[in-house]
């Protein structure tokens, strides 16, 4: 049996003995249990509690006694957790493959109905010049052609906001310019994105700008650890992550089963983590704080479009939808045009509309009713509804990043000063770390301390409520303890005894 069984076998082992043991087991009991070296136990015990959700405590001896009061379904395996991962995955594949498909669509319907509808204006301009100017004395070309002259005003009105809107407006910078020489490209202004982008990111934005945050956080608090001599306390792990004491006790358990940590209890009982693995390494670069400073989250924008581009998609958008309502009215209100009556007394573009599509279609009405009615209609209320509900949803994710950013500070701020907190004095000026509500917000971030440590609380002369944090205080103190009890030798690497370069000259 290779290594690799080995540890699954010890590690089952370490599973069923803390299965034994009701009311909880010590590092000591797992070892007796089993029989296995200690080492390997205190390397294996970390990670049962991450996968079956263990309690830690501590016992009068200063020991940890791990439980399991949530028993043992694991959060890793198993059919059902293998189950949702794949559904999962399957999920995120064929969101990924609808998301694509839905972003050509979405493009094809708003530009190609634009140029669809521009088109058929253009040609009910063309038949409306021609009969205006066919000269015709009787009264009924006399009344078509005032059809046709109304017709003309209203379809070059259009006309004319299309050229307003090709030269003035920001679309244009979507052109290659350098198309034009070089001497054209020397004043140009900088070439934005292109079209289809830029309509992509009015819809569907321009993705998370905090893809990256497990990253950055887990460096963030790596580089904590590091710098304060492989130790690590749950309330400084709040700061870092803006985790709730729950969650961040869920979280610390994995972080000591990624990076090799141990939780340890000091003299008076306080649990503390330690990674002594992440102190040995070469880059001595000097990665202490000035203060316990933790990662900000940015927030989420709807656009990076100019604004006024995202109003001339809009207006496209309007563009269609009138065309279409348009549309769908003349044909439900007109119907099919059988007779030289009905196409006289008829609205002229729809009149125009439906001879064009007649030379081709069997069913011009219906043709038109649904392709150049209702499916614009639709798509048009869909482009005003994705980007609304994307707006609604983006303001409920900037508040929750604001508050998780928030949480971090007024962690911070009580870690410093344990036993002087007054809310009103937390007043951050970045738009970062000030949710819609902020009084609620700093009520909110105490009660969620406050399960973890109680506060006292005094009302002052002034009629300010005072919180202090007596026993986060005890708590800071026996760590700083604790950490100056701590040498410097195990972070060192010492001299090189080996080398394989040297040994294969």
Not at 180 to 197: D, E, I
Not at 270 to 286: G, K, M, Q, S
Not at 401 to 410: C, F, G, P
Request: aromatic share 12%; net charge positive; proline share 4%.
């Amino acid at each position: 049996m290779n290594n690799s069984g080995k540890n699954v076998q010890a590690y089952r082992q370490v599973v069923d003995a803390f299965k034994s043991k009701k009311k909880g087991a010590t590092v000591a009991d797992i070892v007796a249990k089993t029989a296995l070296p200690l080492e390997q136990v205190k390397e294996l015990v970390p990670q049962a509690a991450d996968e079956y959700g263990g309690r830690l405590e501590v016992t009068e001896s200063g020991e940890i006694l791990y439980s399991f009061p949530q028993g043992f379904k694991s959060r890793y395996r198993g059919f059902g957790v293998t189950l949702k991962k794949g559904l999962h995955a399957l999920a995120r594949g064929l969101g990924f493959i609808g998301k694509w498909a839905f972003k050509v669509w979405i493009m094809l319907m708003l530009v190609g109905y634009f140029v669809f509808f521009m088109a058929i204006a253009l040609l009910a301009l063309v038949a409306s010049v021609a009969v205006s100017a066919s000269g015709s004395s009787d009264n009924r070309s006399s009344s078509r052609r005032g059809d046709g002259l109304g017709g003309m005003y209203l379809v070059s009105s259009i006309f004319d906001l299309i050229i307003r809107i090709w030269f003035y407006s920001e679309i244009t910078k979507s052109i290659d310019r350098s198309y034009y020489g070089s001497a054209y490209s020397r004043t140009a202004k900088p070439k934005g994105k292109p079209l289809n982008q830029a309509v992509f990111s009015f819809v569907f934005g321009d993705g998370d700008p905090n893809a990256d945050w497990d990253k950055r956080e887990k460096q963030a608090v790596i580089a904590y650890i590091q710098a304060n001599k492989g130790v690590i306390s749950l309330p400084e792990f709040m700061i870092l992550t803006g985790a709730r004491p729950l969650e961040a006790e869920d979280q610390i358990k994995r972080y000591c089963v990624e990076f090799g940590g141990m939780p340890e209890a000091t003299e008076d009982g306080t649990i503390v983590y330690r990674f002594d693995a992440l102190l040995l390494r070469n880059d001595t670069t000097d990665r202490s704080f000035g203060s316990l400073s933790a990662p900000i989250k940015r927030l989420l924008t709807f656009s990076a479009n100019p604004k006024k581009l995202n109003r001339w998609f809009l207006f496209f958008n309007a563009v269609n939808l009138l065309f279409g309502g348009y549309f769908l009215y003349s044909a439900s209100t007109v119907g099919p045009l059988v007779s030289q009556g009905q196409i006289h007394g008829s609205s002229y573009l729809y009149a125009v509309a439906y001879i064009l599509f007649s030379g081709f279609i069997r069913n011009p009405h219906t043709f038109i009713t649904i392709v150049l009615g209702v499916v614009p209609i639709l798509f048009a209320l869909l482009f005003y509804l994705i980007p609304g509900l994307r707006y609604l949803k983006l303001q409920k994710q900037n508040d929750a990043i604001k508050m998780n950013n928030l949480r971090k500070e007024m962690f911070r701020r009580i870690w410093e000063a344990p036993d002087r907190v007054i809310l009103t004095e937390v007043n951050p000026q970045s738009d970062e770390l000030r949710p819609q509500n902020l009084e609620k917000g700093r009520e909110i971030v105490v009660k969620d301390l406050g399960a973890y440590s109680s506060p006292d609380v005094a009302l002052q002369e002034d009629g300010k409520l005072l919180y202090r944090f007596t026993e986060l205080q005890r708590e800071k103190e026996a760590l700083l303890k604790y950490r100056e009890s701590l040498g410097t030798d195990t972070s060192k690497l010492g001299k090189t005894v080996f080398d394989t370069a040297k040994e294969i000259t």
